[in-house]
């Protein structure tokens, strides 16, 4: 059935690390990827998506791109901040969305 | 522009007993979709609505129903509550036809 399979956390970083955050899922078809952020009390946040293969989405310096060839689509930042601490989310779907488990991000000064 | 509002923001119930949760849409969008997150999971799929419709269930007991109203806004029901049904309700709304999913607050439901 479909799922999503992503980096299992807790991940702790310094400031101004690289950052990869994997993910690969398994679905029927092309459906369209997505990142979602989810700061401590809140709902989700979408943080990027990518709509059909080899696009790459990105926004706030976190980079994707929809690999169909290996089903992933791997989260990436080149240079972390403290404020990105979050959990994230890797998701697809086109009407009702899959999501993995989450990865808990500490970034430390 | 308010963004997707849910109610209430925390909820205790008891074993058995029912409940309700609401959720009112983005301006322009017609499809709300719920979701349950239990700690430390992703969220899964409850259903969806569209033209006052379950268009898409996911894989929940009947417990788990649902409405739309003509102005869009959603309810979620919940009866006979489980301890296992404490977790965070995410209400999610698109807009035609449909588009990207933008998510509410969500409601804690803690269930003694």
């Known amino acids: 059935g479909d799922s999503v399979t992503q980096m299992e956390g807790p991940v702790t970083l310094s400031e101004e690390a690289f950052l990869t955050i994997n993910c690969t899922y398994t679905?029927?078809?092309?459906?369209?990827l997505f990142w979602y952020v989810q700061y401590p009390g809140e709902g989700l946040q979408l943080l990027l998506k990518?709509?059909?293969?080899?696009d790459k989405g990105s926004n706030k310096g976190f980079e994707a791109t929809y690999r169909k060839e290996t089903t992933s689509f791997h989260l990436e930042k080149g240079s972390v901040q403290v404020s990105d601490s979050a959990v994230y989310f890797c998701?697809?779907?086109?009407?009702?969305?899959?999501f993995g488990t989450g990865t808990r991000l500490t970034i430390i000064p | 522009d308010a963004g997707v509002t849910q109610s209430p923001t925390h909820l205790i119930k008891t074993r058995g007993q029912q409940v309700t949760l609401r959720c009112s849409p983005k301006?322009?969008?017609?499809?709300v979709s719920w979701y349950q997150q239990a700690l430390g999971q992703g969220p899964q799929f409850i259903f969806q609505?569209?033209?006052?419709?379950?268009?898409q269930r996911g894989n929940f007991p009947d417990r788990f129903s649902g409405h739309q109203f003509p102005n869009y806004s959603s309810e979620l029901n919940v009866n006979a509550l489980l301890l296992g049904d404490s977790a965070l309700y995410l209400c999610?709304?698109?807009?035609?036809?449909?588009?990207?999913?933008?998510f509410g607050p969500g409601t804690r439901l803690t269930v003694l």
């Open positions: 679905a029927t078809g092309y459906p369209s």
């Open positions: 609505y569209y033209e006052e419709e379950e268009r």
């Open positions: 990518a709509t059909k293969a080899d």
């Open positions: 999610a709304s698109s807009p035609p036809p449909p588009g990207e999913q933008f």
């Open positions: 301006s322009g969008h017609d499809t």
């Open positions: 998701s697809f779907g086109n009407e009702k969305l899959t």
